[in-house]
DNA sequence: AAAGTCATTGACTTTAAGTCAATAAAGAGC
DNA sequence: GCTCTTTATTGACTTAAAGTCAATGACTTT
């Protein structure tokens, strides 16, 4: 990587970084996109050089915490099914915690439309969320031949996401890890029982 | 009702059916409060008599079967829980459909933040659906005593709107109803066995 | 019928997203 | 080392649309 592609980098995760400052403390709405630049010692022209539109660059905050942890339960390759998604539920409900409410609502507001994928993102969108959970349901030894793959997938993500967006409307009034352990115990174990060899 | 309050009130909902309309066909922010107004055949001013923002009317488009269901099931008084939980979930599906992706979309990207809500609906946003799903709970004889009412209510929300969620998410590629009644069948009985007298 | 109320209007203000031609600094070729 | 090209950066500018408001006149009240 020479010079110049290492500054353009630096100055991309400095808007990134300044970006998610900003929206944790006020909130995607309330901040526009000079504010971001300012903040990040640069000019307004300089944000379109590396996102398309405001909103693309909620999508790159999030993708690093996110998509982290599609990569290490693809680690985990030889765990127990159960395991593997105990994991990751805990694991995101952390990254959920972490991010803060303001930038998982901006999340969902964008996730939501899976038209809003910007181009620049090698992965494309919540669908490797998807396609990484269809591919540890499709290679489990755990489940019978017949189990509804495609089901059980959608059902993971709706839950993994009927949790953040549960816990962004009700403002933070609960603890998303202590919940995710009641579910993992109780209800996961009920989605896949009828499908357990 | 004198004349000019029946005139104001036909303007209104000309405005919301017509929004909806176009909401349905082109979605939210494919449209501007001009597109609206001049659909409906009153000037741009007029929209906001009766909404202060523009995303106010969407909270307005979806209240109206979204609220249908809460009273729906509020008339069940004498059911069984499961009962108005299966009734409660099939018809909030049943309305998911009805409305379409576009306004189900926007209806998440505003009931995610309570402070959305426009004060001049009588109800408190998502809280018609907690507050009576709440008090169903409390006032069933059939949960034990101790049952974490509270933690019930907000997984209860979570499933629902996971739901909605992840059916926006895949821009509609399943059946929200066939999704509900398996639902139903299975992962309710999980949730609430702990808990049942 | 005079006075008051309030829905309606559309031209106007405001805000902020997004563009683009000019600049300067880095890299490539000789 | 010198020239030419490439590309990150800049901020003034364009554009789009949300939201405002003083004027109007139809309806209501007294």
Redesign the pocket.
Known sequence: M????L??QK?KRKLIATALDLIKEKGFDAI???DI?KAA??????F???F????DIVLEISRTPFGEIVDEIAAMENAALFEKLTKYFHRFMEQVEYCGIHVCREWIRNVIDPNNVPETMDSQKWFYDYEMLESILKNSKELKEDAPIELLTHIIISELYGMMLCWCMSDGKFEPLDWTDRFCDVQLTAIFKPYLK
């Open positions: 020479n010079k110049r592609q500054s353009a100055t526009n996109v000079e630049t010692g640069v000019a307004k022209g300089t379109y050089t590396y398309k539109k405001k909103e």
